[in-house]
Nanobody, 118 residues
Framework: QVQLAESGGRLVQSGDSLRLSCVAS????????IGWFRQAPGKEREFVAA???????YYLDSVKGRFTISRENAENTVYLQMNSLKPEDTAVYLC????????????WGQGTQVTVSS
């Protein structure tokens, strides 16, 4: 099982870029799919992007073309590059791990706050 820790969130202006990091500790990182989710105040947790063990990527429609997810297995890290940020991207961003048995995302980190001012 892996444990995850997110970092990189901060206050930015509309149109700016940020790169979030999700660092895993534990064994077998390369065998896990990793997903980024976000949760804004008063809203449900929302899927943002995911990368599978083969490098296949998946995105929420509203972030396609602006966000890029990538992984560096040698560093036990998944990145979320966010460009052209909008105020509606403001949320706590969390990463989760989907184990080799595809049981669904879990092992959530504590989250990192992204705030985009207009």
């Amino acid at each position: 099982q892996v444990q995850l820790a997110e970092s990189g969130g901060r206050l930015v202006q509309s149109g700016d870029s940020l790169r979030l990091s999700c660092v895993a500790s534990g064994r077998g990182f390369s065998g896990y799919g990793i997903g980024w989710f976000r949760q804004a105040p008063g809203k449900e947790r929302e899927f943002v992007a995911a990368i599978d063990t083969g490098g296949g990527t998946y995105y929420l429609d509203s972030v396609k073309g602006r966000f890029t997810i990538s992984r560096e297995n040698a560093e036990n890290t998944v990145y979320l590059q966010m460009n052209s940020l909008k105020p509606e991207d403001t949320a706590v961003y969390l990463c989760g791990a989907d184990p080799p048995g595809h049981e669904g995302f879990g092992s959530w980190g504590q989250g990192t706050q992204v705030t985009v001012s207009s």
